[in-house]
């Protein structure tokens, strides 16, 4: 609602009633000698303005939130109550998103699988006001693999020009694809998965046989590695 709701205050110009820059006016208008005090006509369209606009916010709102405005009678008090409380719960589902992806791992799922639950709680933690940068988007994505990709993982991680999400992705797929073929032909009786090569950058293969332990060895952390990103 507050998001809409702003824009819709602001198409009928009505913001400063709720930012406080719309003030009241004087309600009386000062008179000479004896002459009864005058109500004053800007104080009465001010009025009127203020408690239409008050009238549409508590009809905007849902029970639970509408409990907490209650005896509250300007638009600017009624406004203020809304955004306390919009930060709090933002702030709450924010946390919530951001633990979903510190504890999000690969498992049993594709590599497709996988990346769909990580953008979606990328989006998510962006919906509620905070971005994730794509490299710490690529962090998170390396971190929740298992030991069967420390290959993918070493190859992005070593390399000095940094690799994007896209690329990343590629890796990821291309090396499933071929973990799914070698699998298949072991299970043939033929060649060893040890022998499993996967694509880098510039369409070279890179076979990560015993040659290379020095590069493509296991991590020490089984289910998942920590990088140290930060949301």
């Not at 004053?40 to 405005?69: G, T, Y």
């Not at 930060?87 to 990346?115: F, V």
């Not at 032909?185 to 020095?214: F, K």
Request: some cysteine; proline content about 3%; charged content about 20%.
């Amino acid at each position: 609602m507050k998001a809409t709701g702003t824009y819709t205050i602001k198409g009928f110009g009505l913001e400063g009633y709720l930012d406080g820059t719309s003030l009241a006016p004087t309600k009386l208008i000062p008179v000479v000698g004896n002459e009864p005090a005058k109500v004053n006509p800007k104080f009465v369209l001010w009025q009127r303005q203020d408690q239409l606009l008050a009238s549409w916010l508590l009809s905007s709102l849902s029970e639970p939130i509408l409990i907490s405005v209650v005896g509250l009678n300007i638009s600017y008090d009624i406004w203020k109550s809304i955004e306390t409380n919009f930060s709090s719960h933002l702030k709450a589902r924010l946390m919530q998103y951001k633990l979903q992806l510190q504890n999000l791992r690969k498992n049993n799922l594709s590599i497709r699988e996988y990346l769909n639950k990580v953008k979606s709680c990328c989006d998510a933690i962006a919906s509620a006001g905070e971005r994730i940068s794509e490299d710490n988007q690529i962090m998170h994505v390396l971190g929740g693999l298992g030991n069967e990709y420390d290959v993918v993982v070493v190859t992005v991680t070593s390399k000095l020009e940094s690799y994007n999400l896209q690329e990343v992705t590629s890796l990821l797929l291309s090396y499933e694809s071929r973990m799914e073929d070698a699998a298949l032909v072991n299970m043939e009786g033929s060649t060893p998965s040890a022998n499993l090569a996967m694509p880098g950058r510039g369409g070279n293969y890179w076979n990560p046989g015993r040659g290379n332990q020095g590069n493509g060895g296991r991590g020490n952390n089984r289910g998942g590695r920590n990088f140290g990103s930060k949301c």
